[in-house]
């Protein structure tokens, strides 16, 4: 009775709403996470509508050559996967979390809906091809302007959605108790299983009527889509629980540094110079009242929050210069921040491994013999081997969430999670095997197709399954760890940045693996030998040995986790390195009303 009276008070001196309480009246928790993984799936399903055959559309539709489509889509995704940081600064600064998904999804739909006006409009295209390539009319300014100005749209729409849904969904639990951090890692498994479930239907069925049916129709599905994802977030905004803009972590970490920078010169720890922080009461700061606790690492940024002088701090005990006096827990936000950057790390490195089974996976079974039975006349589509690491994916989150968890339940009583750690180790390790795997079924590809003397081997697709079926484990562990660690383990004001630099890995992922590319095509051309990459036939590479590189470059990757990033995990995980300010006011209230605690 104590908390709810105090949450009251506390909610109406500061004009934030209280706490969530247990009841079922009370906002957040399950019933407003269903209206999230609504919102989220439906926009999923449509953006990856488009993002899979828009080369294809440009192609066909607007007379792109291949080089201006690959470049156009280039841009625009890398404009994708960068506006979420930007989404991220409004968020925090200005809109708040709730406000920036809304305007996210309806430029979605503003976006998707251009698009599908130029496929239904043909006076927004530019005529089709008369029998040759040299006859192909090219499309005028003005219906470049329309399509870019749609694509402009739905970039910016993905970056406000892509920080705010797994941070707003974050929001609805309480990380400060064992059972809120286990819904939330139960959260993550559910939103990292409907987004797989949206991308096969995308990829399938969305990609199969674009193409094979009509543009028109293959369009207007994902708009419907998005218009659907933004009547579930209206549905549910009695549910949620919506935080207040507290001010962009950005500026935040900037001043820090400053007034570090600025305090270079003094020494921490020594007795005779009387230091104090500045570290004021999160009271009415945060609804959450969560409040980071002072950590050792990286101890030069402490000076930061040092009161070298009382006339630092005004009248009310406020700083006069925020560029020169910190708060303690700005200071540790941006330990944070620096902090799971070695972890991050590890996660891209994963991902780098997941990357390949895209790319070379896919190019393994076009040379291989994708025949279903005695079928021969009917094919397995190259693209679609990666739809078995989606499945596998979708598999362990059910088996782990619907099997595992609730029979660890009934014999131990209590949820016995795997942690962060081991499911990080767990998607390293998953990628060293996924490497190997794919080095060793290479090997037995290429042979076999020598062997024959054939470009394609007589060795069935299948051969593949094991490959790409680790490489969804690498992500059902690796990926989804790195999520619940940007996301749900860090302070509120700082969950829209993870949300941001999640989807970033992503992009440097495959940036790194363009590079590695890169170098080993040049290794190749130096040596003057059979390469291990390029050109059209495999046959004629040694794919397993960049294979087996990789499994080398995993294998560093899990020690380097194992001796150097792991050790941060103590700083950043909730039970560590949170406490909730909200027992001790519960406590001096008591105390003041005389009553026996």
């Not at 599908?116 to 040759?132: F, K, V």
């Not at 087996?548 to 941060?568: D, G, K, Q, W």
């Not at 006011?585 to 009553?595: I, V």
Request: with cysteine; glycine share 8%.
């Amino acid at each position: 009775m104590g908390t709810v009276m105090i949450n009251s008070y506390i909610a109406e001196k500061n004009h934030f709403p209280s706490l969530p309480r247990p009841h079922k009246s009370s906002p957040g928790g399950w019933k407003a996470i269903r209206y999230i993984l609504g919102t989220e799936t439906f926009e999923k399903l449509a953006t990856m509508g488009l993002i899979a055959n828009l080369v294809v559309y440009l192609n066909t539709r607007y007379n792109m050559d291949n080089a201006t489509s690959a470049y156009v889509f280039n841009i625009w995704s890398g404009l994708t996967n960068f506006l979420p940081l930007a989404g991220a600064f409004v968020s925090d600064a200005f809109l708040g979390r709730f406000g920036t998904l809304l305007f996210g999804t309806t430029a979605l739909l503003l976006g998707m809906g251009t698009m599908t006006l130029t496929a239904g409009i043909p006076m927004l295209r530019p005529s089709s091809c008369i029998n040759e390539e040299s006859n192909c009319a090219q499309p005028q300014g003005w219906q470049l302007a329309v399509l870019y100005g749609g694509l402009a749209l739905i970039a910016l729409g993905s970056g406000g959605v892509r920080p705010c849904n797994i941070a707003f969904g974050a929001d609805q639990f309480d990380p400060t108790t064992e059972k809120g951090r286990a819904q939330l890692e139960s959260f993550c498994n559910w939103w990292y299983l409907l987004c797989t479930v949206a991308l096969m239907v995308a990829l399938t069925g969305v990609v199969y009527v674009q193409t094979n049916v009509d543009w028109i129709l293959g369009f207007a599905i994902p708009t419907c889509c998005l218009a659907l994802s933004i009547c579930s977030l209206l549905l549910g905004c009695h549910t949620y629980i919506r935080m207040e803009p507290q001010g962009s972590i950005f500026v935040d970490m900037a001043k820090v540094i400053t007034a570090a920078c600025r305090k270079s010169g003094l020494i921490i720890g020594q007795p005779a110079s009387k230091q104090s922080y500045y570290d004021p009461p999160m009271i009415g700061l945060e609804p959450q009242r969560m409040k980071l606790a002072h950590s050792n690492m990286f101890k030069f940024l402490d000076k930061a929050a040092i009161i070298t002088d009382p006339g630092e701090l005004d009248s009310l005990g406020k700083p006069k210069n925020g560029w020169r006096l910190c708060s303690l827990q700005e200071v540790e936000q941006l330990k944070r921040v620096i902090g799971v950057l070695p972890v991050w790390l590890t996660g891209i490195g994963c991902a780098v491994a997941t990357t390949q089974m895209k790319s070379f996976g896919v190019l393994q079974a076009i040379q291989m013999n994708r025949s279903i039975g005695y079928l021969t006349h009917l094919k397995i589509p190259p693209a679609w081997m990666s739809l078995t690491s989606m499945i596998a994916l979708s598999i362990w989150i059910y088996t782990y969430e619907q099997v595992y968890l609730p029979l660890m339940r009934k014999m131990t009583q209590n949820d016995k999670r795997l942690t962060l750690e081991q499911r990080i180790v767990i998607g390293v390790v998953m990628s060293i095997l996924c490497m190997l795997v794919a080095g060793f079924t290479e090997m037995e590809r290429r042979d076999s197709a020598l062997k024959r003397g054939s470009f394609e081997s007589p060795i069935t697709v299948a051969l593949l399954l094991p490959q790409f079926v680790l490489s969804g484990l690498i992500e059902a562990f690796g990926a989804i760890a790195m999520m619940e660690l940007l996301t749900a383990h860090w302070p509120n004001n700082m969950k829209t940045l993870g949300g941001a630099i999640f989807y970033l890995s992503f992009t440097i992922a495959g940036c790194l693996n363009s590079i590695l590319i890169d170098i080993f095509l040049k290794v190749a051309w130096i040596n003057g030998k059979l390469p291990w990459l390029g050109g059209n036939d495999l046959n004629k590479n040694r794919l397993e040995y960049f294979y087996f590189t990789v499994a080398a470059l995993s294998t560093l990757n899990l020690i380097y986790f194992r001796v150097f990033a792991c050790r941060y995990l103590e700083y950043i995980e909730p039970q560590k390195s949170f406490h909730c300010e909200a027992n001790d006011l519960e406590e001096k209230w008591l105390q003041m009303k005389g009553t026996d605690h």
